[in-house]
């Protein structure tokens, strides 16, 4: 029985890849010989002394700041919690000068029954007036900015004479000696005629003016 003998050949690279691999071995040699040691081991990113005397200062001036905010704000606690009546020039002067929403609704150059409710409430309470609008809800709030954006003052001043009368604490005077809460009654065309008008006594007429405007506001209103 005769033999048979066989071997594989090993595969041979093309000269054009053999070349190849040698240029791009070559390459990567030339890039790595060629990069600073420094680069390849120092990752860590380096602050000047400048930078950090800027840094530094950026930090004192912003602290400065916010103490000053604190001692401004301060001040002005103890100036409202004073009222008007115990306050100096002083606190005055301080007041209008650093109460920004105070020095905003100032700054408008409106009288009194030009600004809205909430403007008026802020007022009162940073002047150290008698807090009335305090006394008006929300939705009696933005009754009495309708009647000022109207025009109708007489009608916005018929509101804040209610909001008067609700300082007087839960009992005040009705028609025919009746008594009512004021906090807890609403503002209606009924309860303004039987109950609020009666409240305030005033001889020359014009609070009993007021109250009728009111009334008519309210009537013309509900009938929109």
Do not use: C, W
């Amino acid at each position: 029985m005769s033999s048979i003998s066989f071997s594989i050949r090993p595969t041979q690279q093309s000269p054009t890849s053999s070349a190849m691999a040698a240029k791009f071995t070559a390459q990567q040699t030339r890039v790595s010989t060629s990069q600073p040691q420094s680069a390849v081991n120092d990752s860590s990113t380096t602050i000047s002394q400048a930078a950090r005397d800027a840094l530094a200062a950026s930090s004192a001036s912003s602290s400065a700041t916010t103490d000053i905010d604190k001692s401004v704000e301060a001040r002005l606690a103890e100036i409202k919690a004073k009222g008007a009546v115990n306050r100096s020039l002083e606190d005055h002067d301080f007041l209008f000068a650093n109460d920004k929403r105070l020095a905003e609704i100032t700054a408008q150059g409106k009288s009194p029954d030009k600004l809205t409710a909430d403007e008026l409430d802020y007022m009162q309470k940073a002047a150290g007036f008698i807090n009335t609008m305090a006394n008006l809800s929300p939705a009696e709030k933005a009754l009495y900015d309708k009647a000022v954006a109207s025009g109708n003052s007489e009608a916005a001043a018929g509101i804040s004479q209610i909001a008067f009368i609700r300082t007087m604490g839960h009992t005040a005077g009705g028609a025919d000696g009746s008594t009512y809460d004021p906090l807890n009654t609403e503002i209606t065309a009924a309860n303004i005629g039987k109950y609020f008008s009666h409240s305030i006594v005033d001889p020359s007429g014009k609070a009993q003016s007021q109250f009728q405007a009111l009334i008519q506001y309210l009537q013309d209103d509900s009938a929109v």
